[in-house]
Each structure stands twice: as C-alpha cells, then as structure tokens.
C-alpha cells in the first residue's frame, strides 16, 4: 500500500466529518478520490486544500458554490504573483543593463 494515500472513511471519521462533504468537494473538481481495489483514497498532498475547505464549510458556513469561488480568486492571485516575480526579473536585467551602460 503506498503511503501517500489516506482512506476516506478514516480520514472523516479521525476529523469528524461527513464522507459525503470529501464526494462534494470531488464532484465540484475541488480534490481528487482514487480508487484502488475498491476502496477510496485521498492523496496527502491535497490535506491542506481539503483542511482549507473543512474549515470554509463547517467553520465559516461557506457553501460548496462560495467554496469554489474561493478557490478559482486563489489560484488566480497565485498565478498574478507567478506573473508579478517573473516580471520583477525581467525589470531587473533591464534595471542592471541601464545601470552599465549609464556607468560607461
């Protein structure tokens, strides 16, 4: 059995939530379930994501549809701050060439 993968059933029963929130959140794209010999796994890797959306559902009483928002503006602020330190990067060759030729 690889090490990497959590049953379902034992991960809501050790946090005390329902299976059927993990098969909501797999509906709606959010997480991923394997399937292996007929038993249902989450990949550890997805912990913090389905940790986040635990606490956004039965903490803050977010809805599935609230929940989804929030992930699609997350992605897309973490793909604008992929974008912002590329271009700081390029601005700084560009920053050092000027700072060349104006030492010239």
Same mark, same amino acid.
């Given at each position: &059995?690889?090490?990497?993968?959590?049953?379902?059933?034992?991960?809501?029963?050790?946090?005390?939530?329902?299976?059927?929130?993990?098969?909501?959140?797999?509906?709606?794209?959010?997480?991923?379930?394997?399937?292996?010999?007929?038993e249902k796994y989450l990949q550890a890797e997805q912990l913090h994501d389905i940790?986040?959306?635990?606490? &956004?559902?039965?903490?803050?009483?977010?809805?599935?549809?609230?929940?989804?928002?929030?992930?699609?503006?997350?992605?897309?602020?973490?793909? &604008?701050?992929?974008?912002?330190?590329?271009?700081?990067?390029?601005?700084?060759?560009?920053?050092?060439?000027?700072?060349?030729?104006?030492?010239?």
């Open positions: &059995m690889q090490t990497d993968l959590i049953i379902v059933n034992e991960y809501c029963r050790i946090c005390h939530i329902e299976p059927s929130f993990i098969f909501r959140l797999e509906e709606g794209g959010l997480i991923e379930i394997r399937i292996i010999e007929g940790e986040r959306y635990t606490r &956004m559902y039965y903490d803050l009483s977010i809805n599935f549809e609230g929940i989804d928002a929030i992930h699609h503006l997350l992605n897309r602020v973490k793909s &604008m701050q992929q974008q912002i330190g590329h271009l700081k990067k390029r601005l700084r060759v560009y920053e050092a060439k000027d700072f060349e030729e104006n030492e010239l």
